[in-house]
Structures are given as C-alpha cells and as structure tokens.
C-alpha cells in the first residue's frame, strides 16, 4: 500500500514564528487532506488538497502531485495551533493513510 | 463542523465482556468509518460503510464487527473486548460522487480502556 511520510516528527517554536510541515507519499494520490488534532483530541479538517494551493487565514497547503509532496505552512504561530498534524493520503479507490503526524509545540 | 456524535466518550470495561460503540450522524453522508488511534500508529482504519446494509473490512478489522440498520447511525462491535483494544475510536463521515475517499470528517472519539 501507499507510504506516507511527515517530517519533522516533533517541532517546538515560539509563538509568533513560522513553520513549514511536510507530507511525502509513495503513489499518485487523487486524496490528500490535512487534519489538526487538538490537545483535546479533537481532529480538525484544514484542507481536502490533492493538488494545488489553498489557504485559510493563517494556514495555507500546497500540494505538488507530480512530486508525490504536500506542504503546510503555519504563519504567526499561535498557542491554539499547538497539536498534532496528520496528512492522509489516497489512490484510486483505496482507502485513507495517515501519517504518523507532526507534534506543534508553540510556546508563548 | 459536521454533525457527528460518539457515545459513549469513556468507556472502562473488562477483559471478555461485549462492547458497542455508537456514531450517529445528521449530515445524512452515505460513507461513514470507524477508526483506532494507537500511539506511532496514527489512525488506522478498522470498518467502513457505503450505504445501509453495506459494510466492508478496513486494516485492522479482526475483533470488530459492525452494523448500519440507518443511515444515520454506525455501530462498531467488540464482541469480547481484550486489553490489545484499549485506544480511543473515532467515527468519521464522507460523501463521495463515486470515490470512498471523499473528504472525510471526524467525531469526537471515544476512549476506550479494556482491564
């Protein structure tokens, strides 16, 4: 089956700065989304983005589906965006794949 | 956010005893999922189903069983909980033209610890 993989693994910044979050998969995808999971478990949609570019305030996510590679950006961090970041990915009518996630640290 | 409820939330049961768990949905999706999330597991993908009746196996699906009498409603089954089940379960929604991957929105999870 397809492999995902997210990096950094863990990434502890300062509120206020930027950060960039990676997504590399084996196969062509026609899904890729991105979730947020809040230190209350919750996950959170952030974007459906097979290919493309989209933003939402402060987050945006490019993805690049020739290159098998998604990238999430998170500007002007905030301690609300602390969490864990999970990509998910899917080929053809496959079910989704998770990564195993980003753990955001902001500290104030 | 979609309208999708778990119950219970907490669950502590013991090691053999029968256990269900409940998604209910208002968003009237046909695609409707059930995953676990174990720690360097992220989440994994144990039953899913297509329609009413119609139900088929995820990547880990042995020990579960599930049921959809309504559209609205997903059941996932522990028919004799073990302590390998402890993990917090998630229900998830989708509409799909035509894909099982549509876009795909999560419930608020149910943790489940098994003694």
């Known amino acids: 089956g397809i492999q995902v993989e997210q990096s950094p693994p863990d990434l502890i910044l300062q509120e206020g700065a930027n950060s960039t979050l990676r997504c590399n998969f084996s196969?062509?995808?026609?899904?890729l989304q991105w979730f947020h999971q809040n230190p209350w478990g919750q996950l959170i949609n952030l974007f459906y983005i097979p290919s493309g570019t989209k933003q939402n305030g402060r987050l945006s996510a490019t993805t690049v589906a020739t290159e098998r590679y998604s990238l999430l950006y998170i500007s002007s961090s905030q301690t609300t965006d602390s969490g864990v970041y999970f990509c998910a990915v899917a080929v053809g009518n496959e079910k989704l794949t998770f990564g195993t996630g980003t753990r955001l640290t902001i500290i104030p | 956010d979609a309208g999708i409820t778990q119950s219970p939330r907490h669950k502590v049961t013991e090691t053999g005893t029968p256990v269900t768990l409940r998604c209910h949905q208002t968003?009237?999706?046909?695609?409707m999922y059930w995953y676990r999330q174990d720690p360097g597991h992220g989440l994994r993908l144990i039953h899913y189903s297509y329609g009413v009746k119609d139900t088929d196996k995820g990547e880990v699906s042995d020990g579960y069983s599930v049921s959809r009498s309504k559209t609205e409603d997903f059941l996932l089954t522990l028919e004799s909980a073990t302590s390998s089940q402890t993990s917090v379960y998630f229900c998830?929604?989708?509409?799909?033209?035509?894909?099982?991957?549509?876009?795909?929105?999560f419930g608020p999870g149910t943790r489940l610890t098994v003694t």
């Open positions: 998830a929604i989708s509409e799909s033209p035509g894909q099982v991957t549509y876009e795909q929105y």
């Open positions: 196969d062509s995808v026609n899904n």
């Open positions: 968003e009237n999706h046909r695609y």
